[in-house]
């Protein structure tokens, strides 16, 4: 049974640059979320797809979007890259029926320069 | 006040003791609750979710919910040194934020032999 998986590992990029981090999650989940992890920090919530749609955001700007395709994989992009913007990106996969047990893949390590 | 708040770590105790992580919430309208498990420089591993007030026992993992004082912990007899890690207490809000993950700091755990 396939667990979910992100890529790229790593990134490094140059600030004003754009970036798009992908994710495919657990087999039979339909809905995938993104969070933030800034170094000590606990996630934080970016915003959640499903059904290819935006179902909810967190208090992130509009610089950070994302999509949901057909097959339930997912991108998020951010675009005009700050310094603040490197983190841990972890996307989550779960179903929409049920408790929301949100199952985290390995993590995209963005730098900014 | 912080949405989720945990006892501030680090803490320390020795192999084969109980470990106590502490974790209260803010939401009355919460739902569901979890702990993560995070080992340095990975990402989250669901451990343990609860959903109605009591304990829930899954090897050597307690979870306790009593949701009238807003509080949630995590138990963990005879600790292990490989139980060394960060835990992450996850509170899903009720509501229109049904589904969003709202993760406190963290309290680092160290397990010496």
């Known amino acids: 049974d396939a667990g979910v998986t992100q890529s790229p590992t790593h990134l490094i990029k140059t600030r004003g640059q754009q970036v798009t981090l992908r994710c495919s999650p657990k087999?039979?989940?339909?809905?995938v979320s993104w969070y933030q992890q800034a170094l000590g920090q606990g996630p934080q919530f970016i915003f959640q797809?499903?059904?290819?749609?935006?179902?909810q955001r967190g208090n992130f700007p509009d610089r950070f979007s994302g999509h949901q395709f057909p097959n339930y994989s997912s991108e998020l992009n951010v675009n005009a890259l700050l310094l603040g913007d490197s983190a841990l990106y972890l996307c989550?996969?779960?179903?929409?029926?049920?408790?929301?047990?949100?199952?985290f893949g390995p993590g995209t390590r963005l730098t900014v320069t | 006040q912080k949405e989720v708040e945990q006892n501030s770590g680090p803490l320390s105790v020795p192999e084969g003791a109980i470990a106590s992580l502490n974790c209260t919430y803010s939401d009355r309208g919460s739902q569901s609750f979890f702990w993560y498990r995070q080992y340095s420089g990975k990402s989250p591993e669901l451990i343990m979710f609860i959903y109605s007030n009591g304990d829930k026992e899954d090897g050597r993992f307690t979870a306790q919910l009593n949701k009238a004082s807003q509080y949630v912990s995590l138990l963990i007899r005879d600790s292990q040194p490989s139980d060394s890690a960060t835990y992450l207490c996850a509170v899903n809000a009720g509501g229109t934020s049904y589904g969003k993950l709202t993760f406190g700091q963290g309290t680092i755990l160290t397990v010496h032999p």
């Open positions: 989550a996969s779960s179903l929409i029926a049920g408790f929301y047990e949100q199952y």
């Open positions: 797809y499903y059904e290819e749609e935006e179902r």
């Open positions: 087999s039979g989940h339909d809905t």
